[in-house]
């Protein structure tokens, strides 16, 4: 009985940490609690990506016109915001993150705090000066 225990529990830990980060994510302004984009993030070889699927924030045509080089004048719609993230145990770091609204990038880490419940942080130089958004994965 008691290695039944054990191999419950253990399969238990295995579920929780085989979640993904893969799919669609909902993004909420860190003031009103508004609903703000739909997420989608995706992984093309070994890295991960993310792009707005639909944005809930002004004009549905909107474009990033702070956004520099390739992204700048680029519909909001399909523009991809993170890039290039690799996984590194229970977190995924190493990419970037774009803020659209101001056209900077940022270094940034995702990690998976529960199973519908993934910290986006973006930061520049080190991770404790940035900013941290919970997403919530489209049910």
């Not at 909420?28 to 995706?42: P, S, V």
């Amino acid at each position: 009985m008691k290695y039944l225990y054990i191999l419950f529990i253990a399969t238990l830990s295995m579920n929780t940490n085989a979640q993904s980060i893969l799919g669609q994510w909902e993004t909420y302004d860190d003031e009103t609690n508004e609903k703000k984009a739909l997420i989608e993030i995706y992984k093309t070889k070994n890295s991960y990506f993310a792009k707005i699927v639909k944005s809930y924030v002004g004009d549905s045509s909107g474009i990033c016109e702070q956004c520099e080089g390739a992204k700048k004048n680029q519909p909001i719609n399909g523009l991809v915001i993170i890039e290039d993230l690799q996984k590194d145990d229970e977190e995924y770091n190493g990419g970037t993150i774009l803020d659209p609204q101001n056209g900077k990038t940022y270094k940034c880490y995702l990690e998976l705090v529960e199973t519908n419940k993934l910290k986006v942080r973006g930061y520049l130089g080190f991770s404790l000066l940035g900013r941290t958004q919970y997403w919530r994965r489209k049910e």
